[in-house]
């Protein structure tokens, strides 16, 4: 029997971060937005959470709590519903703490997963996306190539690295000997360029940077796992399954602000929501958005229980980037002429849903 029966640690996990969210992340999401600004404030504010040394082991300084999936994915719907770009930046140094905590050698572990345990935010950021409208993550063209026995050779470009700015290392995925491998890249490392902070859409709250790698040489110590590598693909999994919550989030929060305003909203002597093509549209908004909770929480239930869950990651994100932008374009029509005015933060929320659903380009797994 399928069970979405959450467990009492998982309530008062979710129940938590709504607190967080509401308290701390929507009075300065719209700021962060027009100033294009990551709230230094708020990153260490949201480090106190605990969301990334927790889950480390405590060999290494963590809390050495088991990492739940299922958790993560609560805690980023309920962040995201606060605002998705803020949610990003609260975990984005997990992208790389978790990568080396699952796949990297004892010596890689030893060096790099203590910077994360400490009272202070620490960036370091997954590079794994690559500019172009046709990016794939399953043919990337970022290369690495051996040079001897004891380095490698790494070029190429990456685009929307997370708080790239403050980073103190990158975990760069790049295509090796007709496979896929993740390297840890030092910022200081020569022929490693950061850009300017990107301009998009959406997700503006959220510091992103392009990586220039122009012949960059790494030792061999700097391979993900080592001599025997790493599985990318259950990095990229990760990555998808966090996206399908985020969109969740950004979904449910177009949601909870339309039902309350379609109520009080009055035209012609009745109340919007009692409009059949309002109601529809409404009803419409809550299937999908439970149609992404459903399926980003399978996802990670594979993800939990070791099952190969590339499938359902794939399923979930997908679904998620297209839903969300339909979604959160409805809460504009809902709203009308007010939806597409700064007084109202849907109109945000579009932009978010829209920059989130293209960030991998084509959808092939």
């Known amino acids: 029997m399928i ?14 971060l709504h607190d967080f969210a509401e308290q701390a992340v929507r009075p300065i999401a719209r700021d962060a937005d027009e100033a294009s600004e990551t709230p230094t404030d708020f990153l260490e504010q949201s480090w106190e959470l605990g969301l990334v040394s927790t889950q480390l082991p405590d060999a290494f300084g963590g809390g050495g709590e088991t990492r739940s999936p299922i958790t993560n994915a609560l805690v980023l719907e309920e962040l995201a519903w606060g605002d998705a770009s803020l949610a990003l930046a609260a975990v984005a140094p997990a992208a ?11 010596e890689q572990k030893r060096e790099l997963l203590p910077l994360f345990c400490g009272t202070k935010y620490h960036a370091a950021s997954l590079a794994l996306v690559e500019p172009g409208p046709l990016f794939d993550p399953s043919t990337l063209r970022t290369v690495a190539e051996p040079k001897g026995d004891d380095a490698f050779v790494i070029s190429g470009a990456k685009s929307f690295v997370p708080l790239g700015a403050k980073a103190s290392h990158f975990l760069v995925v790049a295509r090796n000997n007709g496979g896929r491998d993740a390297f840890i890249v030092p910022r200081d490392a020569e022929g490693l360029t950061v850009s300017e902070q990107e301009k998009s859409m959406g997700l503006n709250g959220l510091e992103t940077v392009g990586l220039s790698l122009e012949r960059v040489v790494v030792p061999s110590s700097a391979r993900l796992g080592g001599a025997e590598g790493c599985d990318v693909q259950h990095i990229v999994d990760g990555s998808r399954a966090a996206l399908a919550a985020v969109l969740t989030g950004v979904s449910r929060a177009a949601v909870d602000l339309c039902v309350p305003y379609a109520k009080d909203r009055h035209a012609f002597g009745q109340a919007i929501a009692q409009k059949q093509g309002i109601a529809f549209k409404m009803a419409d908004m809550h299937i999908e958005t439970d149609s992404m909770r459903w399926l980003a929480w399978k996802a990670a239930s594979e993800l939990e229980q070791g099952l190969d869950a590339t499938r359902a990651c794939h399923h979930a994100r997908d679904y998620a980037s297209r839903m969300a932008m339909e979604v959160t374009d409805s ?3 809902v709203l009308g002429g007010h939806g597409f005015i700064r007084e109202h933060p849907v109109e945000m929320w579009y932009r978010n849903a829209r920059t989130l659903g293209v960030l991998e380009g084509t959808l092939s797994v």
């Open 3 to 16: 069970s979405f029966k959450l467990t009492d640690e998982q309530e008062v996990v979710r129940e938590a």
């Open 96 to 106: 790389f703490a978790f990568a080396v905590a699952d796949h990297g050698t004892d």
């Open 331 to 333: 809460g504009i029509q």
